[in-house]
């Protein structure tokens, strides 16, 4: 594979196959496969030309970099970027490529689901590869809902972290699929309050979670936003409507620019990185590759925990180290 150093991101490894006239599709991993295998999900989505598509890859490699790194779990950053206009239920023969690719790559590139892909996708791809972490060898186990619990334990080490006012806390997520969804259940099951906006609104949706249209969503004054939707989703202009004490992402690079970061920090509203909090899914992955027969029994609520423990714990300590040093989380991570 040939290797692209990027400008904002550094080297990766990238390999682009063009499938057909509606479908290609970009593999970006880590130079540190060989010794660390690279891992991360499968994307679909429809991109404006092939340079999007690339850099889209590069981009969300580097974010599982850094989960990889932050958690250790033996892995290292990697991502697969599917650019088509048809959907992946539509599309089975692209999987065939995917599988074609990775069984090429030998072990040194795992994949699983993203934005777009679930679990039956896996499944077909599971019959022409080995190179599929998706909790298949366990039914018990729902990824997404991990990860969904992971961004729970750090919106919660948050939450307690806020000087007390006898208020009911209230959290707005901007996305409303497994993971913004379970992230809501466990908000109300703790008696927050929470706002949620979604594009197409399901009835998975917890009823008492008061859906808005997207206008006034932002305009809501909040103690935590969680966004749990796509990449890039707060630009300039969002940002400046953002009235909230917390952004907690568990979408990979939420920000559309480096300025539209450092928008939200001049604003003094706190910034949890992606990589922090939605680990859940690579720590799994972790637990099935390195105890697959354990693995096999584990439950939904233990892996909830054990991603729970890992986060929570990982989030608390970011707080308390940041605060002591009198600098931001991501600025602390950046070091």
């Not at 920000?255 to 928008?263: L, N, T, V």
């Not at 002591?324 to 991570?333: F, R």
Request: hydrophobic letters at 35%.
């Amino acid at each position: 594979m040939p290797i692209v150093n990027h400008p904002e991101f550094g080297e990766y490894e990238i390999e682009t196959i063009v499938v057909d006239d509606q479908s290609s599709f970009t593999i970006a991993c880590s130079p540190r496969r060989h010794t660390l295998p690279s891992n991360g999900g499968i994307r679909w989505y429809q991109y404006d030309s092939l340079s999007k598509q690339k850099d889209e890859a590069i981009m969300l490699a580097h974010a599982m970099d850094l989960k990889h790194n932050l958690y250790q779990t033996g892995f290292s950053g990697g991502k697969i970027v599917v650019n088509s206009k048809v959907g992946p239920d539509e599309a089975p023969h692209v999987f065939d490529a995917i599988a074609q690719v990775l069984n090429r790559y030998a072990g040194t590139m795992y994949t699983g689901c993203d934005i777009n892909t679930n679990s039956d996708h896996m499944a077909y791809l599971r019959k022409s590869t080995p190179w599929i972490l998706d909790a298949l060898e366990s039914a018990q186990v729902n990824t997404s809902i991990s990860t969904g619990y992971g961004v729970w334990s750090s919106l919660y080490s948050v939450i307690k972290s806020l000087p007390e006012d006898n208020i009911t806390p209230l959290v707005a997520i901007h996305g409303m699929g497994k993971v913004g969804r379970e992230v809501a259940r466990q908000c109300l099951a703790h008696g927050y309050d929470v706002i949620g906006f979604d594009v197409r609104p399901d009835t998975d949706i917890p009823e008492q979670v008061h859906m808005l249209d997207e206008d006034e969503f932002w305009s809501v004054e909040t103690d935590a936003l969680c966004i749990a939707s796509l990449s890039g989703i707060l630009d300039i202009p969002t940002v400046d409507r953002i009235s909230t004490r917390w952004v907690i992402s568990s979408s990979n690079s939420p920000f559309k620019s480096p300025e539209a970061q450092k928008r939200l920090s001049t604003k003094g509203i706190n910034y949890l990185p992606d990589y922090v909090s939605n680990a859940g899914a690579v720590i799994c992955d972790s637990i099935e590759r390195t105890f697959p027969e354990f693995f096999q029994t584990l439950t939904q609520d233990q892996a909830n925990e054990y991603a729970s423990i890992l986060i929570g714990t990982r989030t608390e300590e970011l707080l308390r180290r940041s605060q002591l040093l009198g600098c931001d989380i991501y600025t602390l991570l950046s070091q």
